[in-house]
C-alpha cells in the first residue's frame, strides 16, 4: 500500500546515493561500465555474472531491489568478479581497486544504512 511505496522510493534513493558516490571517485573508473567483451575476449569464460556501476543505476530504475541486501549482492559482484579476473600477478592493479572498492562499499553502508530501514524493507520482501 502507500507506506511501502514510500519506504521503496527511500530505498531507491539511498541505493541512487551510494550508486554515485562510487560511481564520482575516480578510482572506480574501471567499474563504471560493463566490461567490454570483445576487448577481454575471455572475460566471459571466467566471469559468469557480469556487473557495473551504470547496470546498477539501471536496475534500480527498474525496480529490482527491496531490500539494501539484495542491491549488496549485485554491488559486491563487481569486486568478486575483478578479483576473480584478475588474479595473475599482471592483476595487481586492478585487483587493489577491486580491494579498495570492497571496503568503501562497505564503510558506506556502515556509516549510512540505517537497519531499521532495512528490517522494514524485509518485511515488505516477506509480505509480498
Ligand atoms: C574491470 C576489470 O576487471 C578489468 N580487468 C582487467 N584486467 C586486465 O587487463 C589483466 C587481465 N589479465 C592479464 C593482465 N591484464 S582490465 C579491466 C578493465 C579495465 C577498464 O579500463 C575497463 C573495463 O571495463 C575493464
Known sequence: EE????TL?????????????????????????PVDTKK???????????MDLSTLLTNIDRNRYITVSEFVEDADLIWQNAL?????????????????FKDTLHAILREDL???????CQDIKRRR
Not at 575471455?42 to 559468469?48: A, P
Not at 576473480?84 to 579498495?100: C, W
Open 114 to 120: 540505517d537497519e531499521e530501514f532495512e528490517r522494514e
Open 84 to 100: 576473480k579476473y584478475n588474479y595473475l600477478k599482471s592483476g595487481s592493479n586492478i585487483r587493489h581497486r577491486a580491494s579498495a
Open 9 to 33: 522510493r527511500e530505498l531507491r534513493l539511498f541505493l541512487r546515493q551510494v550508486t554515485e558516490r562510487l560511481t564520482y571517485d575516480r578510482r572506480f573508473k574501471v567499474f563504471t561500465k
Open 3 to 6: 507506506q511501502e511505496e514510500d
Open 40 to 50: 577481454f575476449q575471455d572475460y566471459r569464460k571466467v566471469v559468469r555474472w557480469p
